[in-house]
């Protein structure tokens, strides 16, 4: 049996966490442009185009809160690590993801997001390095499940572990385009929330 869809509404995109309203807790999806963030706040929702999803790098440029009530929400972040805009735009989300990661205080968790197919990447183990090295508390959610060949599952779910400093059984992996693992995501959402 399914869990029911989270209800999430978008509220706001902000420029900085200043302009977000206030919330008693927060999870924010961070992660490599293009690894599945906003597709999977679509899919948490059971819905098609709550988050606006593309197949171009760099969609998402400010941070995005989808609320699940007054109290709580998750805040989709712009992705690192693309080309495909300008410089200073790509400097620019840096200082605001990290201001936000570091400074808001209803902040619960982050949900670091890793393509399945092919992470992590080098930006992603800095990304890692970094949450730990400011103690924030973290999930590695490996996104694209149903991209990866069942023939190479288990010895995929092993190295991106391995790659991540993790044990197997603490990364979530999901699908949005399957299903898979949502339900686990939804529930552990749901906890660290309150
Ligand atoms: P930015 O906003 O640029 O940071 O990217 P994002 O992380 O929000 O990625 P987005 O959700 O826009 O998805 C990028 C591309 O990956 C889109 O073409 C999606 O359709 C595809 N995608 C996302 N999740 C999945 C998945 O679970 N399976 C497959 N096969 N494709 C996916
Ligand atoms: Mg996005």
Known sequence: MSSSPLPLHFVTSADRLERLPDRAAEIALIGRSNVGKSSLINALARRKDLAKTSKTPGRTQLLNCFALDDDRALIDCPGYGYASVSKT??????????????????????????????????????????????????????????????????????????????????????????????????????????
């Open 89 to 194: 735009t790509r400097a620019q989300w840096t200082p605001m993801v990290r201001r936000y990661l570091l400074e808001r205080a209803a902040l619960r968790q982050v949900l670091l997001l890793v393509d399945g197919e092919v992470g992590p990447t080098k930006l992603d183990v800095e990304m890692l390095e970094w949450l730990r090295a400011h103690d924030l508390p973290f999930t590695v959610v490996a996104t694209k499940h149903d991209k990866v060949r069942s023939a190479k599952r288990e010895r995929r779910k092993r190295d991106l572990a391995a790659g991540c400093q993790l044990d197997p059984k603490d990364i979530v992996w999901v699908s949005a385009e399957s299903g898979v693992g949502l339900d686990r995501l939804r529930a552990l959402v749901l906890d660290q929330l309150g």
